[in-house]
């Protein structure tokens, strides 16, 4: 059966680092576009970056330059290297796997001092 399973999530202070990663199996990983989603406590989740089946990507603009999303296809992975993190980036993130229409359970993403 289809799985994404998160990890990499924690506290972070500002301006620090946190790299998530999605483990992906039961399907054919390296012909699905993949995203990252973020849903803040009493809002909307909402995309946060992409990546196509050819690494063509896209980032939502609080994001950019800021994350980097890329894929491993020999190890059925994506991940989201995020740098320079704000409280505003505090939310469970989770992993999207496009046109499955599945999702992770989610790992929780704090920026706080």
């Known amino acids: 059966q289809v799985q994404l399973v998160e990890s990499g999530g924690g506290l972070v202070q500002p301006g620090g680092s946190l790299r998530l990663s999605c483990a992906a199996s039961g399907f054919t990983f390296r012909q699905s576009a993949m995203s990252w989603y973020r849903q803040a406590p009493g809002k909307e989740r909402r995309m946060v970056a992409s990546?196509?089946?050819?690494?063509?990507?896209h980032y939502t603009d609080s994001v950019e330059g800021r994350f980097t999303i890329s894929r491993d296809n020999a190890k059925n992975t994506v991940i989201l290297q995020m740098n320079n993190l704000k409280p505003e980036d505090t939310a469970v993130y989770y992993c999207?796997?496009?046109?499955?229409?599945?999702w992770g359970q989610g790992t929780q993403v704090t920026v706080s001092t």
């Open positions: 999207y796997a496009e046109g499955l229409g599945f």
């Open positions: 990546i196509g089946a050819v690494d063509r990507t």
